[in-house]
T-cell receptor, first 113, second 112 residues
């Protein structure tokens, strides 16, 4: 069974640009959660999607948004990038929403210059 | 938001030694989880704990859900080089919060 895949793996952007990251969950998993990982803050929850609906949201500004498609694939978008948005963005999939059994992808390393 | 205090931040140990790390919270948690992250990978779930006092093992790893429900610890016995990585605790607080809260991680280095 293929694991969670995230694309791209690495991305370099400049301040003010916007970026879209993609996540394909494990086949059959319908919930996708996104996390931001930085050395100083650890893993911070961004949002969770289930059945194409956002079910839960963390404390991030509105510049961070996401969506989920009917095939459970998910995208997250960050607009008007700031230097502090540089981080590893992790996607995790699970069978159902709110599950503790979350399977993480390798992440997308975003660098904002 | 919820904060988890994880310690130590880093550890350097000799191969064969035992390791212990812990996580504490100021509020009650319903679930405690322990993850390991290796370079270039996402975190992998090692152990999940669901009941206060619960002690669970996974090979050389043992974790416990504290009686007060505000703490958890992870022990690794007879460490080997492949134990290197960052270990994260995570918990799901009681009440209305549904998302997982993660600790800041313990970086483990095993010296040969």
């Amino acid at each position: 069974k293929a694991g969670v895949t995230q694309t791209p793996r690495y991305l370099i952007k400049t301040r003010g640009q916007q970026v879209t990251l993609s996540c394909s969950p494990i086949s059959g998993h319908r919930s996708v959660s996104w996390y931001q990982q930085t050395p100083g803050q650890g893993l911070q929850f961004l949002f969770e999607y289930f059945s194409e609906t956002q079910r839960n949201k963390g404390n991030f500004p509105g510049r961070f948004s996401g969506r989920q498609f009917s095939n459970s694939r998910s995208e997250m978008n960050v607009s008007t990038l700031e230097l502090g948005d540089s981080a590893l963005y992790l996607c995790a999939s699970s069978l159902v929403e709110g599950s503790n059994e979350q399977f993480f992808g390798p992440g997308t390393r975003l660098t904002v210059l | 938001g919820q904060q988890l205090n994880q310690s130590p931040q880093s550890m350097f140990i000799q191969e064969g030694e035992d390791v212990s790390m812990n996580c504490t919270s100021s509020s009650i948690f319903n679930t405690w989880l322990w993850y390991k992250q290796e370079p270039g990978e996402g975190p992998v779930l090692l152990i999940a704990l669901y009941k206060a006092g619960e002690l669970t093992s996974n090979g050389r790893l043992t974790a416990q859900f504290g009686i007060t429900r505000k703490d958890s610890f992870l022990n690794i016995s007879a460490s080997i080089p492949s134990d290197v990585g960052i270990y994260f605790c995570a918990g799901r607080p009681s009440g209305s919060a549904r998302q997982l809260t993660f600790g800041s991680g313990t970086q483990l280095t095993v010296l040969p």
